[in-house]
C-alpha cells in the first residue's frame, strides 16, 4: 500500500512539472497519458478548472440509445447503490445519459459537469476517459492524477469507444466512473464487456436497410480488390484500401458524386478528378430495398487509374474560366467541366438545378468563353403560353442570329406552347442553328409538356446546391461584392464566412447576393464582421420557427454579441438564467461570437 501511496505522490508531482513547462523523468507517466497531456496543453485546456462546452439536450432517439438501454439498465441493477457511475456519449464525448446509486457520487459527478448535456471529449475537459478513449479509438482508463484537470483526480475511469455493428464507424462510448480509492483492475474489462453488448444489442436491432446494405458491401469487397464504399443517408463503409488510399476531401467527392447518381438512375460509371489531383474510375450501383422502388443505398467500386489510362475524350477536372462564374468545389467543376463537353460535341444540354444555383450564369460564361464575339439570346419560358411565343422566338433567331439560345424555366413550358416549340428545335437542329441550353427545375424532367422538347438534348447537368460546395463562398462573396460596387473596398472576415459557409441557403448563390445586397446598404467599407449579417446566420435550426421563437432567438443573438460572447453576461442583459441561455443556445443552434478576453 505504502508503495501506491509513493508511486501516486510522484505522479502528482510529474504532473505538475509537466504544467510548468519542467522537464519530467521518463517511464513516470504511462505513454498515452502523456500523449494525452501533450495533447490537451496543445489545445489549451484549463488544468486548474473544470468548464466543459454545453451542448443541451442531446436526441436520444437514435440506434446507440435504443442498443444501449437494456444493457445498461441490467449493469445498473447489479451496481445498485455502489459508487460507480455509468455514462453513455455521443461520438464527440458530450454526454448522453448518465447514472449511479451513490449520491455522494452523484452530487460530485454533478459539480465537475459530467452530466447529459456537457462535452467531456479531450478539447473541451482534457485527459480523461471518454475523451482520451475517442480521440485513441481504444479502451482507456485514467487514474487519479493521470486526469489532466486537477478537479477529477479523486476519479477512476474506464472508456470504450463504441463502434458501429455493420459499418465500424466510431458512434459513441461508454464509461464507467468511480472513486480513485474505490477502483480496481476489473473496471476496464467491464466496460469493454459493456461495450461489446451493446454492440451485439444494435446488431439484432439493426435497420433491415442497413442490413440489405451491408450484405451487398461484403458481396462487392468478395470481388473487388480496390477501393469500395457503401452509403445511405445514415452510415458509410469503407474497406482498408479506401482509409488508406483516399484522404477525406476525395471520399467526399465520391460520395457527393455516387448520391447524385443515385438520384437520376441504377448503375452509372464514370471517370473522375479527384481534389488530390488523382483520376479514378467509378462505378456506382444502387442497392434495391424490399419493396419495389425502394433503395437501401449505393455500393460505389472504385479503380485509380493510372497515367494514359484514362478514356479518349474525358475532360481532366481542372479549374477552368468562365467570366462572371467562380467556383473551384470538385462538384462545381464538374458541373462546368459536363457542360464544356456538350458544347465541344455540338450537344444540347439540360442544366438542372434549383433556384439561383447560377444555370444561366453557368450557360452564359460557357458562351462567352467560346463564342464571346457571337450573340447570345435569352428568353424565358415562363412566357409561353400559346404558340405565339415559339412563332415570335423563330422570328427573333431569323432576324439576330444567335451562337447561343438559353430558354430559362423550360419546365413552365404551357401545353399549348410546347408543340410549336418542338417544331422550332426541329428546325433550329436541321438548319444547324445556334447551340441551345434550357434550364429546369429539379424533378421537372418528367413534366408531360417536356416530354418531346427533351428529346432534342442528349444531356442533363446536374447544377449542384450552393450548400453542396460552400467553400466557393470564398471566391462568390469577392465577385458579388464587386458586382454590387465594393470590391476592394469591403471584405469578409473568418468570423462572418465561417457563418456564411455553415447555412442552408435554400435560395443558393442568388439568396447570397441579396444577403450581400443588404449587408452592405449598412456596411459600405472595411470589413464583414458577424454582427453585420441578419440574425438568422447566426443559428441553425433544425425546424421552422414561429414569430415568437424567431424575436427570442435574434434576441440571444444580439445579447451574446453585445456581451462579447460571454454568456452568464449576455444571461444576466436578457434576465435570464445561465441554463436557459445554455439550453436555448442549443435548440436554436446558435453559434456564439468568440470571445476577445
Not at 102 to 130: A, C, K, M, W
Not at 140 to 157: P, S
Request: neutral net charge; charged residues 25%; glycine residues 10%.
Amino acid at each position: 500500500m505504502d508503495g501506491m501511496v509513493v508511486a501516486d505522490e510522484r505522479l502528482a508531482r510529474t504532473r505538475v512539472r509537466f504544467l510548468t513547462e519542467e522537464p519530467i523523468e521518463s517511464g513516470c507517466v504511462r505513454q498515452p497519458i502523456l500523449a494525452s497531456w501533450r495533447r490537451s496543453r496543445d489545445l489549451r485546456v484549463q488544468a486548474d478548472r473544470i468548464d466543459p462546452r454545453y451542448l443541451g439536450d442531446q436526441n436520444l432517439d437514435i440506434p446507440l440509445i435504443r442498443g444501449a438501454e437494456p444493457v445498461l439498465a441490467k449493469l445498473g441493477e447489479q451496481f445498485d447503490g455502489q459508487p460507480i457511475s455509468l455514462i453513455l456519449t455521443d461520438p464527440n464525448g458530450v454526454v448522453l445519459t448518465q447514472s449511479t446509486g451513490d449520491n455522494e457520487l452523484r452530487r460530485h459527478l454533478e459539480r465537475v459537469e459530467l452530466v447529459p448535456g456537457f462535452s467531456y471529449g479531450e478539447q473541451s475537459v482534457g485527459t480523461n476517459g471518454i475523451g482520451t478513449a475517442l480521440e485513441d479509438g481504444r479502451a482507456t482508463q485514467v487514474f487519479g492524477h493521470e486526469h489532466y484537470a486537477e478537479h477529477l483526480e479523486n476519479l477512476a475511469c474506464a472508456g470504450v469507444p463504441i463502434l458501429h455493428p455493420l459499418s465500424g464507424k466510431k458512434i459513441g462510448a461508454v464509461d464507467l466512473t468511480c472513486w480513485y480509492k474505490d477502483a480496481g483492475g476489473l473496471l476496464l474489462a467491464l466496460a469493454r464487456s459493456t461495450a461489446e453488448q451493446i454492440r451485439q444489442a444494435m446488431l439484432r436491432h439493426s435497420d433491415l436497410h442497413e442490413m440489405m446494405l451491408f450484405q451487398a458491401y461484403l458481396q462487392t469487397c468478395r470481388r473487388w480488390t480496390g477501393i469500395v464504399l457503401a452509403f445511405n443517408e445514415d452510415i458509410v463503409m469503407m474497406n482498408d484500401r479506401a482509409r488508406q488510399l483516399l484522404d477525406p476531401s476525395d471520399q467526399s467527392v465520391l460520395l457527393g458524386f455516387a448520391a447524385e447518381a443515385l438520384e437520376s438512375g441504377g448503375r452509372t460509371t464514370a471517370e473522375l478528378a479527384l481534389s488530390s489531383g488523382q483520376r479514378v474510375r467509378v462505378f456506382c450501383r444502387r442497392v434495391p430495398g424490399r419493396r419495389d422502388g425502394d433503395v437501401a443505398g449505393g455500393v460505389l467500386s472504385v479503380k485509380l487509374l493510372e497515367t494514359g489510362e484514362t478514356t479518349a475524350g474525358t475532360v481532366p477536372l481542372l479549374p477552368m474560366y468562365l467570366p462572371g462564374v467562380v467556383g473551384s468545389a470538385p462538384l462545381w467543376l464538374r458541373c462546368g467541366h459536363e457542360l464544356e463537353t456538350g458544347f465541344s460535341r455540338k450537344e444540347w444540354v439540360v442544366l438542372e438545378g434549383g433556384p439561383g444555383t447560377g444555370k444561366h450564369a453557368l450557360a452564359k460564361g460557357m458562351h462567352m468563353r467560346r463564342s464571346p464575339a457571337a450573340r447570345l439570346c435569352t428568353v424565358d419560358a415562363s412566357g409561353a403560353v400559346d404558340a405565339a411565343w415559339a412563332d415570335d422566338l423563330r422570328h427573333e433567331l431569323r432576324t439576330h442570329p444567335p451562337a447561343t439560345l438559353v430558354v430559362r424555366h423550360a419546365h413552365r413550358l404551357s401545353a399549348a406552347a410546347a408543340e410549336p416549340f418542338v417544331r422550332l428545335l426541329r428546325d433550329l437542329r436541321d438548319e444547324g442553328g445556334p447551340w441551345v441550353v434550357l434550364t429546369l427545375a429539379p424533378g421537372t424532367e418528367t413534366v408531360p409538356e417536356l416530354a418531346e422538347p427533351l428529346k432534342f438534348f442528349p444531356r442533363t447537368v446536374q447544377v449542384p446546391p450552393l450548400r453542396h460546395h460552400a467553400e466557393d463562398l470564398t471566391e462568390l462573396i469577392p465577385l458579388f461584392l464587386s458586382k454590387l460596387g465594393y470590391g476592394g473596398r469591403l471584405t469578409c472576415s473568418a468570423a462572418a464566412l465561417h457563418l456564411l459557409m455553415r447555412a442552408e441557403w435554400p435560395g443558393n448563390a442568388g439568396q447570397l447576393y441579396q444577403v450581400l445586397r443588404k449587408v452592405a446598404q449598412r456596411r459600405r467599407s472595411g470589413t464583414i464582421v458577424p454582427g453585420d449579417l441578419p440574425a438568422e446566420f447566426h443559428a441553425v435550426t433544425r425546424r421552422p420557427l414561429n414569430r415568437f421563437e424567431v424575436i427570442e432567438r435574434d434576441a440571444i443573438v444580439r445579447g451574446l454579441e453585445d456581451a462579447d460572447g460571454n454568456k452568464m453576461r449576455a444571461a444576466q442583459l436578457l434576465g435570464i438564467s445561465r441554463a436557459t441561455i445554455y439550453r436555448k443556445i442549443h435548440e436554436y443552434g446558435i453559434v456564439a461570437p468568440a470571445r476577445t478576453s
